[in-house]
């Protein structure tokens, strides 16, 4: 058994806590009091205050978490890469490369994509949930079903890709709504 996706895991949430942290955002106080304060108490302004801005902050603060978590995540440049979610008859395909030649950066995609083929298929899920914030759609059935569904990476010209397969209707159903929300999260088109 590899210890891979166990340190992946835990350094991914110690980079989360030190983001959180470094942004001031590990526990909002009043600054009046110095309390803890929850959400039911706070009001309209403080709320945007404690997740990153006033009234004025723009949709894009949530695109650029993501991408610097991307970045964290698979040790490249998410601006500087594309990421590809297709849906296949019987399952589907992530991609990621990079938009330049940088050999190094490619190397680090082929590492990531590699780890994550064998994440998947044991049913770790735990990059995704990072990168997003969030549990991802299609991934609770996805893990567990794991045994129902092959994950095969292949090198790519600039990266890597991981092609899903499986032919339990119930897994395919999940791994289309993983790859939509995917897609939809990371502005990849189709």
């Known amino acids: ?19 959180c942290a470094k942004a001031g955002r590990a526990q909002s106080t009043d ?20 997740h990153g801005g006033g009234s004025a902050a723009t949709p894009d603060t949530s695109f650029a978490a ?3 978590r991307g970045k964290m995540a698979m040790g490249v440049d998410q601006y500087a890469s594309a990421h590809r979610f297709e849906v296949l008859p019987d399952g589907g395909r992530i991609a990621l490369e990079m938009k330049s030649g940088d050999s190094l950066a490619v190397a680090q995609i ?23 914030a ?9 893990s567990r079903n794991k045994a129902l569904i092959r994950y095969t990476y292949a090198d790519l010209p ?3 890709e991981v092609i899903i397969t499986t032919t339990d209707s ?10 939509a929300a995917q897609r939809g999260d990371h502005r990849a088109g189709h």
């Open 1 to 19: 058994m590899s210890i891979f996706p166990a340190r992946a895991t835990l350094v991914c949430l110690l980079a989360l806590s030190v983001l």
């Open 31 to 50: 600054t009046a009091s110095s309390k803890p304060m929850d959400h039911s108490s706070m009001t309209p302004a403080q709320h945007a205050a404690m």
């Open 66 to 68: 993501l991408q610097a």
């Open 110 to 132: 082929r590492a990531h994509m590699k780890l994550i083929e064998h994440a998947f298929q044991a049913g770790d899920f735990s990059t995704p949930e990072f990168v997003h």
């Open 134 to 142: 969030r549990a991802m759609p299609g991934m609770d059935i996805m």
């Open 158 to 160: 600039r990266g890597g």
């Open 170 to 179: 119930v897994s395919l159903a999940a791994i289309r709504e993983f790859l």
